[in-house]
């Protein structure tokens, strides 16, 4: 009996530790995500006694940290929300995402309407972004539209979302354009060119690999790899993982992700590359270190 009573306890035991798990995951959760933002609201009248609504979305980390986001499994479905009015009636509204020329060739245009993925490169504090790209895996994210039709003689004030609260928009507070990123957290960032001389590899009287140069030809920015042998008898070579990163323009974010490189460099010789890294209109870099941490620079100072 008692074994019995003892082996009962154990799983009662088991379920509690494993719902008390599953519940501070859900919890934490919400200090990895993102804040919602809205910008450019526009009305016009569309006939027949009604009105239509139109605003974009974007996503900002409102955090001190880094915030990791990028799982596709991460994201909310917005269909129970809707759109308040000044006369105390509401409207449903539709949310899709129009990912352009991209998405129309990958057969997956606004197939996800009144979901709102959160699956996107992680963001620095400070950074807001609209729209996302996977290069390396053909993804693309985010251009998030939202529309509501209402009656004319009404006054939309408040967009509500019943289960993520902290989504609400006030319509009255909407700016035309966001800056992206937040201007105060633009002005400490540093230049692309300050991280020439980073080490990537240091293997005592081998190879000494280090970031370079950041150039520009036709409108695309490298960035040089300099692999230096210390060795001067015989040849080295290498396999080094070239960080992940993230180009940024006007909160568009294009992700490209990790790339081996193979300097094979003779004794005591210097072997300089370049790696392809971002587009000249970019405004900043984001770099993701192998070791969980990241830096941002910003596109300046290339030649």
């Given at each position: 009996m008692?074994?019995?009573?003892?082996?009962l306890?154990s799983?009662?035991?088991f379920?509690l530790?494993?719902?008390s798990g599953?519940?501070k995951?859900?919890?934490?959760r919400s200090?990895y995500?993102p804040?919602?933002v809205?910008y450019?609201?526009?009305?016009k009248?569309v006939g027949d006694g009604m009105s239509?609504?139109?605003?974009?979305?974007?996503f900002?980390?409102?955090?001190?940290?880094?915030?990791p986001?990028?799982?596709s499994?991460?994201?909310?479905?917005?269909?129970?929300a809707?759109?308040?009015t000044?006369e105390g009636?509401t409207?449903?509204?539709?949310?899709?995402?129009d990912y352009?020329?991209f998405?129309?060739a990958?057969?997956n245009?606004?197939?996800n309407?009144?979901y709102i993925?959160?699956?996107?490169?992680?963001m620095?504090?400070?950074?807001r972004?609209?729209k996302w790209?996977?290069?390396?895996a053909?993804k693309a994210?985010?251009?998030y539209?939202?529309?509501?039709?209402?009656a004319?003689?009404a006054h939309p004030?408040?967009?509500?979302?019943?289960?993520?609260?902290?989504?609400?928009i006030?319509?009255?507070e909407v700016?035309n354009?966001?800056?992206?990123p937040?201007a105060s957290?633009?002005?400490?960032i540093?230049?692309?060119t300050s991280?020439?001389?980073k080490?990537l590899?240091?293997?005592?009287?081998?190879?000494?690999?280090?970031?370079?140069?950041?150039?520009?030809?036709?409108g695309?920015g490298?960035?040089?790899?300099v692999s230096?042998?210390r060795?001067?008898?015989y040849s080295?070579?290498?396999i080094?993982?070239?960080?992940?990163?993230?180009?940024?323009?006007n909160?568009?974010v294009?992700y490209?992700?990790?790339?081996r490189i193979?300097?094979?460099?003779?004794?005591?010789q210097?072997v300089?590359?370049?790696?392809?890294g971002f587009?000249?209109?970019?405004?900043y870099?984001?770099?993701?270190w192998r070791?969980?941490?990241?830096?941002v620079?910003?596109?300046?100072?290339c030649?």
């Amino acid at each position: 009996m008692k074994k019995i009573m003892l082996f009962l306890t154990s799983i009662m035991l088991f379920l509690l530790t494993s719902c008390s798990g599953s519940n501070k995951t859900a919890a934490d959760r919400s200090e990895y995500e993102p804040s919602l933002v809205a910008y450019g609201y526009q009305v016009k009248d569309v006939g027949d006694g009604m009105s239509l609504g139109t605003l974009y979305l974007a996503f900002e980390n409102t955090k001190s940290r880094f915030v990791p986001v990028g799982s596709s499994r991460w994201g909310y479905s917005v269909e129970d929300a809707y759109v308040e009015t000044q006369e105390g009636k509401t409207y449903p509204i539709k949310v899709y995402a129009d990912y352009g020329s991209f998405a129309k060739a990958a057969g997956n245009a606004q197939s996800n309407d009144n979901y709102i993925s959160l699956s996107m490169p992680s963001m620095p504090p400070g950074f807001r972004i609209y729209k996302w790209m996977d290069a390396s895996a053909g993804k693309a994210g985010g251009n998030y539209v939202l529309e509501f039709r209402f009656a004319t003689i009404a006054h939309p004030t408040k967009i509500v979302f019943p289960n993520k609260q902290e989504w609400n928009i006030s319509l009255n507070e909407v700016p035309n354009n966001l800056l992206m990123p937040i201007a105060s957290s633009a002005e400490n960032i540093p230049s692309l060119t300050s991280f020439n001389g980073k080490v990537l590899l240091d293997d005592k009287d081998k190879l000494l690999i280090t970031l370079g140069k950041c150039k520009v030809k036709s409108g695309t920015g490298y960035i040089e790899i300099v692999s230096y042998n210390r060795d001067n008898f015989y040849s080295q070579a290498e396999i080094i993982t070239f960080p992940a990163l993230a180009y940024v323009e006007n909160g568009e974010v294009t992700y490209i992700d990790t790339r081996r490189i193979n300097p094979n460099v003779g004794p005591g010789q210097t072997v300089v590359e370049d790696v392809w890294g971002f587009k000249q209109s970019s405004d900043y870099v984001i770099f993701y270190w192998r070791d969980g941490t990241y830096d941002v620079a910003k596109i300046s100072g290339c030649q």
